[in-house]
Structure formats: structure tokens, C-alpha cells
């Protein structure tokens, strides 16, 4: 079956941890996001790739990086530089070219400072 | 301002009932309007997706796009308990390659 994987699930750091999450999909598409979602605030994005070894920041990029070698992997560091990294991250991926709006997204990963 | 808005609820409804939800927005060049269903601690779904002004109508929801009053609505009929879920509106511009996202309504259906 076609998807996104993320992983972890759930994720425990101590504070000025660097953490990486991982994102897989198979679904041949080009572009890949990632968003954080806290409540209340729906979703914000990070950064976002459309192709590979290219990404480009999002609305709220302090304090993560992104890298992208390979057309499948997206993975996300949140480095010890995010004030407030507790949250619900959102790796998602999309056709490129005449954007439609349909986002395919993983299941998500929880990430808890302690 | 937020560019999207969109009241965060929590919505509670009897089961049967006509549930609306809306989402208004700032930016006159969004084209493409979208509803998105997340179930708890799941990732977001497409459910609904227009291009323009009009409507959109799929089994038991219907999506509004009022681009003159910069309003967007989804309306679901006889709403079920599966129907429980986070609601996310989500828009784009022409041409551009990522979605602005409302805060999400929290909707739950009692039995």
C-alpha cells in the first residue's frame, strides 16, 4: 500500500536535545512538508521540498532543519534551538506541478520535551 | 490577523443534526479552497476540495465558497457519530505550492 511513514510514533527529548524524525512516503511524489500542530493553532508549516536536494522555509523554520537526498526520505531535526519543540509534527507530500491542494499525510509523530 | 480563521469550537451536536462549519479569510488571491477531517491523533485527510466560487456536494457533505465575502462553508447532513473528528479548512493561491491552514473546528456527534 501507498503512504507516509512516520516514526517515531512518540518521542521523548530532554531540553537542548537535538531529535530527527523520520518521513518515508511511496507514493513517487516530488514535493514533501512538514507541519507542527499545537491546539488551537492548526497547522504551520516548517519547510517544504519540491524536488530533491532543494527545500525551502516555511513559516516558523527557527530552530529545525530539513535535508533531502532521496526523492522518498524528508527527515526533520529539531534542534536544541526551538524554544518550544513540545508538539504533533506532520510530515505530508504532494504531486508537483499544477497544485491541486491534496496533501497526503502520515500519522504523525509527538514529540514531548521534558 | 491570521490569513485563515476559523473558530476552534469545541462543536457538540445530537446525532441527525446539520452541522456548519466556516472558515473566513484575508487574501483575495486564494483559488483553491479545501476541507481536511483528522481524526484523534491521526494525520489530516482530504475530504473536500473546490476550485473558484460555487458549491461542491458529496454523499452527505456540501462545500460553500463565497469568494465576494472571502467565506468558506462545509455543511454536513445527518450527521453520525462518525463524523467526530477535527475539522481543518485549508486554502491556496494559484500557483503555489503549499496550503494556509485555519486553526481546525473540533466537532463530536453524540449518539
Known amino acids: 500500500d501507498g503512504g507516509i511513514t512516520q516514526s517515531p510514533k512518540y518521542l521523548f527529548r530532554k531540553e537542548g536535545q537535538n531529535v530527527t524524525l523520520s518521513c518515508e512516503q511511496n507514493?513517487?511524489?516530488?514535493?514533501m512538508y512538514w507541519y507542527r500542530q499545537d491546539p488551537g493553532q492548526g497547522l504551520r508549516l516548517i519547510y517544504y521540498?519540491?524536488?530533491?536536494?532543494?527545500?525551502q522555509k516555511g513559516d516558523i523554520a527557527e530552530g529545525y532543519s530539513v535535508s533531502r537526498e532521496k526523492k522518498e526520505s524528508f527527515p526533520l531535526t529539531v534542534t536544541s534551538a526551538q524554544k518550544n519543540p513540545t508538539a504533533f509534527y506532520l510530515c505530508?507530500?504532494?504531486?508537483?506541478?499544477?497544485?491541486?491542494?491534496?496533501?497526503?499525510f502520515g500519522e504523525g509523530s509527538r514529540l514531548t520535551v521534558l | 490577523q491570521k490569513e485563515v480563521e476559523q473558530d476552534p469550537g469545541p462543536l457538540s451536536v445530537p446525532e441527525g443534526a446539520i452541522v456548519s462549519l466556516n472558515c473566513t479569510y484575508s487574501?483575495?488571491?486564494?483559488?483553491?479552497f479545501m476541507w481536511y477531517r483528522q481524526y484523534s491523533r491521526k494525520g489530516p485527510e482530504l475530504l473536500m476540495y473546490t476550485y473558484s466560487s460555487g458549491n461542491k456536494e458529496d454523499g452527505r457533505f456540501t462545500a460553500q465558497v463565497d469568494k465576494s465575502s472571502k467565506y468558506i462553508s462545509l455543511f454536513i447532513r445527518d450527521s453520525q457519530p462518525s463524523d467526530s473528528a477535527t475539522y481543518l479548512c485549508?486554502?491556496?493561491?494559484?500557483?503555489?505550492?503549499?496550503?494556509?491552514f485555519g486553526q481546525g473546528t473540533r466537532l463530536t456527534i453524540n449518539p
Open positions: 521540498s519540491q524536488i530533491v536536494n532543494d527545500f
Open positions: 487574501n483575495s488571491a486564494f483559488q483553491y
Open positions: 505530508a507530500s504532494s504531486t508537483r506541478g499544477l497544485f491541486t491542494g491534496e496533501l497526503f
Open positions: 507514493l513517487n511524489h516530488d514535493a
Open positions: 485549508a486554502m491556496s493561491e494559484k500557483g503555489a505550492q503549499k496550503l494556509v
